[in-house]
DNA sequence: TAAGTTTCTGAAACCGGTTTCCTGACCGGT
DNA sequence: ACCGGTCAGGAAACCGGTTTCAGAAACTTA
């Protein structure tokens, strides 16, 4: 700490001028004669004087600061997440504050810890109790991503129901017959609607769905496991299996792959998030995209907006990516992307 | 904003008593008397009062917080390595306040900045000027990830020359003689030392060793490229590919198998880090352990710790993963490890 | 030249806690 | 009854900025 001593008095002192004048220059709000600035600059850059942050936090009454809350890095779409996140805050001028729940039972006490410091919170869906996201909403500025908005908070998050316009497509164009749903509703509103998409894409076709969905979590390894669930344990194999996300996707492709399956020769297999490496398998894999960076974005720029708006739930639009994994002809070329209809804001 | 009036002397006068005893009863400091602390409580409690963290942190002059800076989230490494920080800040009470660089220019300046509002901060290798690292050492404790120590800040690493070893399994064991590389040395530490102790190895056994690294970044799309630039565009195609993380690995193995080659008969791929997907392709992927979760926790640690002690570098051990894609017999039983024989501290 | 504006600057109050310093009460001991 | 020692708790200073307020100086305008 070689420049600790440094503070507006000290500068002040230097320059010959008063703490409010050297105040002025460094943040440039009012108008002050080129001699005195010139004087107070030079004493500036020559020993580094930068504003003490809590100085400055403390009389102006805002942090400076978003935070935002996940329950764990795994994955393309949580690091998309946080670097979306990340990118537009700092464009703004605010820095962010990270807190990963890692499911973890305290977790609400350190949201409130967090909600002391920040000006306003991004909550992903899944990581705190609704009692505390209301509790916190009252405090400061809350947006929740991937989940439906609260009386006091907004929301951001992706339309859901294209995974009917894909299990349709299974269903009736391709002709298949036993679909499995690789995911874990509960906890997650996002593989809840999926499931339920799902569920409803059958009932329309008049096709029978799986009796429940393959339970597993949403990391890479988490499809090999649903590969051994559905491929070495069932009695019945499915021709088709929808997963929550590419990366189970990906994982149930290469357990498929590794049991001598042939995709999507033996089993489809369609995924959700259209992550880079969707296009590069082969067969590529067919999936919906959903944007994952805007979804950031958006939450960050209604994070930093005016208070006053009120701006309940923001859907997003995802699309319909159809590759070879689904069996449907693989062109190198630009895929085919079916729009969502769902709407901006509610 | 709710309570945005409950301040310190605002609690003190509803219970009857000074600001410096709230301030006492809130952080337990001293003793003060059953009765008035069962007043103060009731207040505290009622109103849900929270000190205000920036009133708190000038008076105490410190942050609570540490600064995290890496240059962008791709793949399960830095996935790995945040929440690792994250985790092992929150257990000792600080904040984390996250810098991504995105490899763009202007992030000297948002350093210094995050300099302002932190007790001490990780820098990874590769995110900002070495100037720059020595400018905030000066200011704050700092710990550079993944690079060498300078004069004023201690460094955590993890032991790279463990690639010498796995070459030298690859052209010693196994006998292949056309080996490549995949990764781009140049503003990565990690991948330099990787690049010359496989140059290294190659010395060692008498072998020759390719012109020059395939050049390419390190996330799974990346191997895909790889793979193109190996397996296409090249007239020599190399029976092993040492890639300098499993991320590129796992793409180029995929660009193999799609090309009709078979890993490892036409073609042996070794990776490194040894992620959690390493294990459950087929066959296994041959890597190496880095402890990426220590690293993390290790730099938190060092960050936590008292200013006055010189760390200089901590080197951690890795370990040789074998697996079936080098060539070697894959027991699904545990893998055979080669332990590094890096030391600890310097 | 007098009166009215505008522009610049410093003194002082304030943001919300923490901590030092000091006073007064209470204790046991002689 | 008197004295030294301990302890609880309040007044005030301080952490490092920003901002209001008011006064002085410079410049217009009649």
Redo the contacts with the bound molecule.
């Keep these: 700490m070689s420049n600790?001593?440094?503070?507006?008095?000290?500068?002040?002192e230097q320059a010959?001028?008063?703490?409010?004048?050297?105040?002025?220059v460094?943040?440039g709000?009012?108008?002050?004669?080129?001699?005195?600035?010139e004087r107070v600059l030079r004493v500036i850059e020559e020993h580094g004087?930068?504003?003490?942050h809590?100085?400055?936090a403390?009389?102006?009454?805002r942090h400076g600061a978003l935070g935002l809350v996940f329950p764990g890095l795994s994955g393309p779409y949580f690091s998309e997440l946080i670097q979306g996140f990340e990118s537009e805050a700092l464009a703004t001028g605010d820095q962010v504050l990270l807190l990963s729940s890692h499911y973890s039972a305290d977790t609400d006490d350190k949201v409130l810890d967090l909600a002391a410091r920040v000006d306003g919170m991004a909550i992903h869906a899944g990581t705190v109790s609704d009692a505390v996201v209301e509790q916190v909403s009252q405090q400061i500025r809350v947006v929740v991503m991937a989940d439906k908005a609260g009386p006091a908070h907004a929301s951001v998050s992706t339309d859901n129901s294209t995974v009917g316009t894909l299990t349709r497509h299974l269903l009736v164009d391709h002709g298949y017959r036993r679909l499995a749903f690789v995911g874990t509703p509960e906890g997650s509103p996002d593989v809840t609607a999926r499931w339920e998409a799902f569920l409803a894409a059958h009932r329309e076709a008049g096709a029978v769905p799986p009796a429940g969905p393959t339970l597993v979590a949403l990391a890479q390894a988490d499809g090999a496991i649903a590969a051994q669930k559905l491929f070495d344990e069932s009695d019945a194999r499915p021709d088709a299996v929808v997963c929550a996300n590419d990366e189970t996707a990906l994982g149930l492709i290469l357990g498929a792959l590794g049991r001598g399956l042939r995709v999507p020769g033996d089993v489809a297999v369609t995924g959700f998030d259209d992550m880079p490496m969707a296009a590069l398998v082969r067969p590529g894999l067919t999936t919906v995209r959903q944007p994952v960076r805007e979804l950031a974005t958006t939450t960050a720029q209604l994070l930093h907006a005016p208070l006053t708006q009120q701006d309940g739930d923001t859907v997003l639009d995802t699309d319909v990516v159809l590759r070879g994994s689904c069996g449907c002809q693989d062109s190198s070329g630009g895929p085919t992307t079916h729009r969502s209809s769902a709407g901006g804001d509610s």
């Design positions: 600790s001593r440094v503070n507006v008095r000290w500068v002040a010959g001028v008063s703490p409010a004048t050297v105040s002025r460094s943040r709000s009012a108008q002050v004669s080129p001699e005195l600035r004087y930068r504003p003490n809590f100085g400055r403390l009389a102006e009454r």
